[in-house]
């Protein structure tokens, strides 16, 4: 049985967090290990300057989610594991698209239509203000990246549903003009996975500063979970577990029977000092090594880029084919 083809991209525009972890980062590395699965990671350094015209901070995060991959048991001989800014094929592939991608299917694509939205409600007399052509068309080099290499799932968080149709769209598009080149990939959505509350209460994310970085020194991992936000119920009254976001982290990691023994310690009033600092020795004792791997590896920027390197020339290896296919199509191919 062929292998199925299994891509996943992340954003090089922050630093690693407890949700990345537990939401993508570790049931990507379990899923990479089936024989069935052949497997692409990516770095979306290009999709990044989106939102983020910080050279700095793309660079650092680029380096951090690396290491973070690497950290926490990504194999780079088992997997492809590479920069996208790395692939020219996908931005060659990317132009391709855009030429079969309809406007009035981009004009619906969320992002758009929320800034879009947002202007109208400021009575902005362009509702098109701030809005680049990489907020526009970034549905089309989603589509370049999954497409570059005929993937067959890609799994995704419910808000990228609307964007894997749309690739789909333009794939099926291409080959009913053209000629058939491109498979239909399949949305896989885990309804399973974690999607871990922030130190507020809302999702955990950089766009509300509320995230616990998953490899900040012991420290302030300490201080982190710290600064979870509890109600004022005192230590002895009962407390609601499945209404508190010490318990829900705690809940990403623990096995069942753990989460059963800190829901009766809920019930019998543990206080919320004693409850962080038990959530915090334990992630400490899981991240430990991981954390101690993670400073290795990013003392070593040399590392990280051989491993990027090498990735690359698997995934261009495997992308070059199918451009030429895709050029000979189309026909942008050499003169006999």
């Given at each position: 049985?062929?292998?199925?083809?299994?891509?996943?991209?992340?954003?090089?525009s922050?630093?690693?967090?407890?949700?990345?972890?537990?939401?993508?980062i570790?049931?990507?590395?379990?899923?990479?290990?089936?024989?069935?699965?052949?497997?692409?990671?990516?770095?979306?350094?290009?999709h990044?300057?989106?939102?983020?015209?910080?050279?700095?901070?793309?660079?650092?995060?680029?380096?951090?989610?690396?290491?973070?991959?690497?950290?926490?048991?990504?194999?780079?001989?088992?997997?492809?594991?590479?920069?996208?800014?790395?692939?020219?094929e996908?931005?060659?592939?990317?132009?391709?698209?855009?030429?079969?991608?309809?406007?009035?299917?981009?004009?619906?694509?969320?992002?758009?239509?929320?800034?879009?939205?947002?202007?109208?409600?400021?009575?902005?007399?362009d509702?098109?203000?701030?809005v680049?052509?990489g907020?526009?068309?970034?549905?089309?080099?989603?589509?370049?990246?999954?497409?570059?290499?005929?993937?067959?799932?890609?799994?995704?968080?419910?808000?990228?549903?609307?964007?894997?149709?749309?690739?789909?769209?333009?794939?099926?598009?291409?080959?009913?003009?053209?000629?058939?080149a491109?498979?239909?990939?399949?949305?896989?959505?885990?309804?399973s996975?974690?999607?871990?509350?922030?130190?507020?209460?809302r999702?955990?994310?950089?766009?509300?500063?509320?995230t616990i970085?998953?490899?900040?020194?012991?420290?302030?991992?300490r201080?982190?979970?710290?600064?979870?936000?509890?109600?004022?119920?005192?230590?002895?009254?009962?407390k609601?577990?499945?209404?508190?976001?010490?318990?829900?982290?705690?809940?990403?990691?623990?096995?069942?029977?753990?989460?059963?023994?800190?829901?009766?310690?809920?019930?019998?009033?543990?206080?919320?000092?004693?409850?962080?600092?038990?959530?915090?020795?334990?992630?400490?004792?899981?991240?430990?090594?991981?954390?101690?791997?993670?400073?290795?590896?990013?003392?070593?920027?040399?590392?990280?880029?051989?491993?990027?390197?090498?990735?690359?020339?698997?995934?261009?290896?495997?992308?070059?084919?199918?451009?030429?296919?895709?050029?000979?199509?189309?026909?942008?191919?050499?003169?006999?």
């Amino acid at each position: 049985m062929s292998k199925q083809i299994v891509l996943t991209g992340i954003t090089t525009s922050g630093i690693p967090h407890l949700g990345n972890y537990a939401g993508a980062i570790r049931p990507a590395i379990e899923s990479s290990l089936s024989e069935n699965v052949e497997s692409y990671f990516f770095l979306a350094d290009y999709h990044s300057l989106i939102k983020c015209q910080d050279p700095e901070r793309v660079r650092e995060s680029s380096k951090a989610i690396a290491a973070t991959w690497l950290a926490c048991g990504l194999d780079p001989e088992k997997v492809t594991f590479y920069r996208q800014s790395d692939i020219p094929e996908i931005l060659e592939l990317n132009w391709v698209l855009t030429c079969v991608a309809a406007k009035g299917l981009m004009n619906r694509a969320h992002a758009y239509k929320a800034a879009a939205a947002e202007n109208v409600e400021q009575n902005s007399a362009d509702p098109d203000k701030g809005v680049t052509m990489g907020l526009f068309s970034y549905p089309v080099l989603m589509a370049a990246d999954i497409l570059a290499f005929n993937a067959h799932k890609v799994p995704v968080g419910k808000d990228q549903i609307q964007h894997l149709e749309m690739t789909r769209d333009m794939a099926a598009r291409f080959n009913h003009i053209y000629g058939e080149a491109f498979v239909l990939p399949e949305v896989v959505v885990d309804e399973s996975s974690m999607i871990l509350p922030g130190l507020d209460g809302r999702k955990m994310s950089k766009s509300y500063n509320n995230t616990i970085p998953l490899f900040d020194t012991e420290k302030k991992f300490r201080k982190s979970i710290n600064k979870i936000v509890t109600n004022s119920l005192e230590p002895g009254e009962p407390k609601d577990p499945d209404n508190c976001t010490v318990f829900t982290i705690y809940s990403a990691f623990a096995n069942k029977a753990e989460i059963e023994a800190m829901r009766l310690r809920y019930k019998e009033g543990i206080g919320w000092g004693e409850a962080k600092k038990h959530v915090f020795e334990y992630l400490n004792d899981i991240l430990g090594d991981k954390r101690q791997k993670y400073n290795g590896i990013m003392a070593e920027p040399e590392y990280i880029e051989k491993v990027l390197v090498a990735g690359a020339e698997k995934a261009r290896a495997k992308a070059a084919p199918l451009l030429k296919k895709v050029k000979n199509l189309t026909g942008i191919s050499a003169i006999k």
